[in-house]
């Protein structure tokens, strides 16, 4: 195979909004370089993604297959943000049912490659008969992957209760910061998770059976925690960058961008402090009100983003403590459901940002140099993300009781007044707002993707020769 010789890469993400569209992202970069690209999802999830750029749509189809229907699965739900996390082990089952329609797209479309997410652990048994590589494309980083370990900690029984999650593991070899989860994380992540195939299953077998494995993140992060991965899955990581998102507006939503646009320039420069927990964090009331009244005694101007629960579980939409809009009308924003993040997040005014810790969201903030208020969502990754922003002096953890995960609304007050404006809080700052010339590096990025796209024609090209 000549090195000009283009590809036929096949993009299989999970069904969560933060996994689709870093996928789309490296779609359009291959795309962008040739590669004729299939990129494979339910239609509702494919529906939910950006237009695409004209220049993009010879190279880059959308290969919808619909999601069969599992008992316990509410009607119509597509991805992890429409159902509580309890339901998300149905979400699994689902998924792993496109394992046929998969196969068959497969023996009739020449793939070379899938680039896959962590949930199809049976893909290795499909795609090697058919001579279909694989990379293992993880959308967390790498500090998360090296807690999970090599294969052998992930399929064998060495780490069976949540406490055993609770540690840091015997084979990280850098001074990490006590990058482990709290007990309470963990109890609340085995809710996601199908009893038949755990997620640290499906992770084992994946890795095992991939040619390589990238994951968002970048030497200039967390080069330890890639150097690990490297010996301990005994295979390359090829980091595919951080991914920072571009900055554009979807137009039907430029009115509501006017109106907060027009809020910020009224506030003085980094005194903003921005709230959203992501599209899957579903507090309870108590911790809604601890959350509010926090906010509200911190006595700085806000923006919060409250999100609308996903139906049927069985609570009112919306907990906000009564009377808080009110009280707090004259300085703070309250948004619905929907806010233009990266917009406000950009603008001047806003110095700090309360967050679930999710990646995509931290990305988001340390391009812009946004100081953290960390409050893990306590699901997936964000638990670690949390001990590793906190270890690197980019932010603060809101401290919770370790088992349940309960928080006082003076905790939450002091933490928001300490890294946003009191003199200690120099040091997180100081850190984030250094942090702008990695996380928002376009230069560095593209150059990670052409390294990640190079390594995937050479091993092509090599591959060809045996």
């Not at 090697?128 to 293992?136: D, E, H």
Request: hydrophobic share 40%; proline share 7%; with cysteine.
């Amino acid at each position: 195979m000549d090195r000009t010789e283009k590809l036929h890469i096949a993009m299989f993400p999970w069904l969560a909004y933060g996994h689709t569209m870093p996928f789309l992202e490296v779609s359009k970069f291959l795309a962008q370089k040739g590669h004729r690209i299939s990129y494979i999802s339910t239609p509702k999830n494919i529906s939910r993604l950006p237009k695409l750029p004209p220049h993009l749509s010879s190279n880059l189809s959308f290969v919808e297959f619909s999601l069969p229907h599992v008992h316990g699965l509410p009607p119509g739900v597509e991805a992890t943000s429409e159902v509580p996390i309890d339901k998300v082990p149905y979400l699994k089952r689902a998924y792993d049912k496109l394992r046929d329609p998969l196969t068959d797209f497969l023996k009739n479309s020449n793939v070379n490659w899938i680039i896959h997410d962590f949930a199809p652990y049976w893909l290795p048994g499909i795609a090697a008969p058919l001579g279909v590589n694989l990379v293992f494309f993880s959308i967390f980083n790498a500090s998360t992957f090296a807690f999970l370990g090599p294969p052998s900690a992930l399929l064998g029984d060495r780490r069976k209760r949540p406490e055993d999650f609770t540690v840091i593991p015997e084979w990280i070899d850098y001074p990490c910061n006590n990058i482990a989860f709290k007990l309470h994380e963990m109890v609340n992540h085995q809710q996601c998770m199908d009893d038949d195939v755990s997620d640290f299953q499906r992770i084992g077998r994946l890795i095992q059976g991939c040619q390589f494995v990238t994951m968002r993140t970048c030497f200039e992060f967390e080069r330890d925690a890639i150097k690990l991965l490297i010996k301990l899955y005994q295979k390359p990581v090829v980091p595919v960058g951080l991914l920072p998102p571009l900055l554009s507006l979807p137009s039907n939503e430029d009115n509501k961008w006017e109106a907060i646009k027009s809020w910020l320039d009224s506030e003085g420069e980094k005194s903003v402090l921005y709230i959203a927990l992501g599209s899957e964090v579903n507090l309870s009331e108590e911790s809604m009100h601890q959350l509010a009244f926090g906010i509200e005694k911190s006595n700085l101007p806000f923006i919060w983003v409250v999100r609308n629960r996903p139906v049927g579980e069985g609570q009112m939409n919306d907990i906000i403590p009564p009377g808080f809009e009110k009280r707090v009308s004259n300085r703070g924003l309250v948004l619905r459901d929907w806010a233009p993040q990266l917009q406000i997040l950009a603008h001047s005014s806003v110095g700090g940002f309360l967050t679930h810790c999710g990646w995509s969201s931290i990305i988001e903030a340390l391009k812009y140099g946004r100081a953290l208020i960390l409050f893990s969502g306590a699901s997936s990754d964000q638990g670690l993300n949390a001990r590793l922003l906190h270890g690197k002096k980019v932010g603060l953890e809101i401290e919770k009781n370790e088992v349940d995960g309960s928080f006082t609304s003076d905790l939450v007050a002091a933490t928001i007044r300490r890294v946003m404006v009191e003199p200690e809080g120099e040091v997180f700052r100081a850190n984030a707002w250094a942090m702008r010339e990695i996380f928002g590096n376009e230069d560095l990025s593209n150059n990670y993707l052409n390294e990640f796209t190079r390594f995937i024609e050479e091993f092509s090209t090599s591959a060809c020769h045996y």
